[in-house]
């Protein structure tokens, strides 16, 4: 019994002392964390932000934005919407699938090119109608579906036509076409040029009360009065018709030192009418080389043979 407790101590004994020698594992280190790369919508995002972040960009958007016209309730007659036409403007044109939305030209315009960004989800075409004068152009446009939308440009001998053409589900424009202002202005211009013209140069004149002692002479620009003459109260200088198209020279009084004075005159038609009696002016035009051109009132005998000599 003795010689087994004996051999038990020992064995403990052993025990213990191995376990004191025996050095303990090394603590394991900080483990490094793993950088966590964003998720693919944050990278969405980012990239968005990015965009928007591009004054070019924000710049030509809210440019196209203040250039776009709407359709007006008052704009339409019937179902045609009449935009007033302005160079650089995008007209907005809505359509649906299964429907055709016609645009009309301004009568006698002819077509030159249709282009549009997206032509394989659209059906786009042309035709005509009328004859002459009142022949017609008509771009017809028609989506395959609902949520598209694209630009379309249409050029012609006459002007560009910008649109942006959109999708609905079951709405769509029935027609729309343009008035032209500019036009309309040049149009009455064009009248009231005719009717000066035709209208006489001055209320009351009397033949017989005429005097035409004028002598003109200088230099031969296109816009050389053909004569002058005065009713003893008034001075009325005739122009050639090409005045209407070209520059009209201002008129001067050249005082008896040689001094000239810009007088005041109104334009009726081809005529200059002075309020006033003068024996010298001038007509001047131009700046390097100027052209100049002088209307003298002679004495009633020597009229015509100083208008000879000129």
């Given at each position: 019994m003795k010689i087994v407790l004996a051999a038990s101590a020992l064995a403990f004994i052993a025990t213990s002392v191995q376990a004191q020698t025996t050095a303990p594992p090394p603590a394991p280190g900080p483990i490094a964390a793993a950088k966590a790369s964003p998720a693919p919508a944050e990278q969405t995002r980012r990239k968005i932000a990015r965009k928007r972040a591009n004054p070019m960009v924000a710049?030509?958007?809210?440019?196209?934005?203040?250039?776009?016209?709407?359709?007006?309730?008052?704009?339409?007659?019937?179902?045609?919407?009449?935009?007033?036409?302005?160079?650089?403007?995008?007209?907005?044109?809505?359509?649906?699938?299964?429907?055709?939305?016609?645009?009309?030209?301004?009568?006698?315009?002819?077509?030159?090119?249709?282009?549009?960004?997206?032509?394989?989800?659209?059906?786009?075409?042309?035709?005509?109608?009328?004859t002459g004068a009142d022949k017609r152009t008509h771009i017809l446009v028609k989506p395959f579906t609902s949520g598209l939308a694209t630009n379309l440009v249409v050029t012609t001998d006459r002007r560009s036509y910008h649109l942006q053409l959109t999708a609905t589900s079951?709405?769509?424009?029935?027609?729309?076409?343009?008035?032209?202002?500019?036009?309309?202005?040049?149009?009455?211009?064009?009248?009231?040029?005719?009717?000066?013209?035709?209208?006489?140069?001055?209320?009351?004149?009397?033949?017989?009360?005429?005097?035409?002692?004028?002598?003109?002479?200088?230099?031969?620009?296109?816009?050389?009065?053909?004569?002058?003459?005065?009713?003893?109260?008034?001075?009325?200088?005739e122009f050639p018709a090409s005045i209407a198209v070209g520059d009209a020279p201002p008129l001067f009084v050249v005082g008896p030192?040689?001094?000239?004075?810009?007088?005041?005159?109104?334009?009726?038609?081809?005529?200059?009418?002075?309020?006033?009696?003068?024996?010298?002016?001038?007509?001047r035009l131009g700046t390097r080389k100027q052209q100049v051109v002088r209307i003298s009132r002679v004495a009633e005998g020597s009229a015509a043979r100083k208008s000879k000599r000129s």
């Open positions: 710049r030509v958007a809210a440019a196209n934005r203040a250039a776009t016209v709407e359709p007006l309730a008052q704009g339409f007659v019937n179902a045609v919407q009449v935009f007033p036409f302005s160079e650089g403007a995008i007209y907005q044109v809505y359509t649906a699938p299964g429907a055709v939305t016609d645009i009309a030209l301004q009568p006698s315009e002819n077509l030159v090119a249709v282009a549009a960004g997206d032509t394989v989800r659209w059906v786009i075409g042309d035709t005509t109608s009328g079951r709405t769509a424009m029935a027609a729309l076409s343009w008035t032209y202002p500019a036009d309309q202005l040049i149009a009455l211009r064009r009248a009231a040029d005719q009717a000066a013209a035709a209208a006489p140069v001055s209320e009351g004149l009397a033949v017989d009360s005429l005097h035409f002692n004028y002598a003109i002479s200088g230099d031969a620009p296109a816009w050389r009065p053909l004569r002058a003459f005065d009713d003893g109260r008034q001075t009325f200088i030192t040689g001094e000239a004075e810009l007088v005041n005159y109104r334009v009726r038609g081809r005529y200059y009418v002075v309020d006033r009696i003068f024996d010298v002016a001038e007509l």
